[in-house]
């Protein structure tokens, strides 16, 4: 069965391996709904007539590649912190303040999943519809917007219990790598990656 590190790793893997598969559907639906509507503006102006509904449907897609998107940001550590006083504090304090800001955000989501279950639980229970032509039941788009906070909860708590176990055998780097602030060296690599990845493509 492997220890309960081993455990956690794999654990980690695949979070982020299911938050990234969220993160491409969310941005394909975010796609879909720009050439929607793109479409959209193309027939009103030269067939005189809309399709009806796209600025509906980018709404939902918009908020559901949003909340689908979260988990793989921050598991990416790629969510916006002010560094202007973080960067002149010695290190130990600088993992308390990461573990704390993992503590409040998982409190934020969990209060946030479920006020939006909520949400979406009175859309089922009423059998509400959106007031358009095209009559969406609120809960779909509803549901399928909580699941991207359900995940994004389940995900902070993973990190949370990787960064306690960390934290009980004084890994420092662990809890640096999982909820750590990014370094301008962390940043400057993942660039020159991106560019060498510019150049291969452009090469082949």
Request: charged content about 15%.
């Amino acid at each position: 069965m492997g220890t309960p590190s081993s455990l956690l790793v794999r654990l980690l893997r695949f979070a982020n391996v299911l938050s990234l598969a969220g993160a491409w559907i969310g941005g394909a639906l975010t796609l879909a709904s720009v050439l929607l509507i793109c479409f959209d503006i193309l027939v009103r102006k030269f067939l005189g007539f809309n399709t009806g509904g796209a600025d509906e449907l980018s709404g939902y897609a918009f908020a559901i590649s949003i909340s689908w998107a979260m988990a793989y940001v921050t598991l990416q550590r790629g969510n916006v912190r002010v560094d202007a006083l973080y960067l002149r504090f010695p290190t130990r304090f600088t993992v308390f303040l990461d573990l704390l800001s993992l503590v409040i955000m998982g409190v934020f989501m969990a209060y946030l999943t479920c006020y939006a279950s909520q949400v979406a639980g009175m859309s089922w229970e009423m059998g509400a519809a959106s007031n358009s032509l095209l009559g969406v039941p609120l809960w779909i788009p509803q549901g399928l917007w909580v699941i991207g906070f359900v995940w994004m909860c389940l995900v902070l708590a993973l990190m949370l219990v990787c960064a306690s176990t960390a934290l009980i055998t004084g890994d420092v780097a662990t809890i640096k790598a999982l909820c750590g602030m990014r370094t301008l060296e962390e940043e400057a690599s993942d660039e020159a990656e991106a560019g060498a990845r510019i150049v291969e493509r452009e090469k082949s």
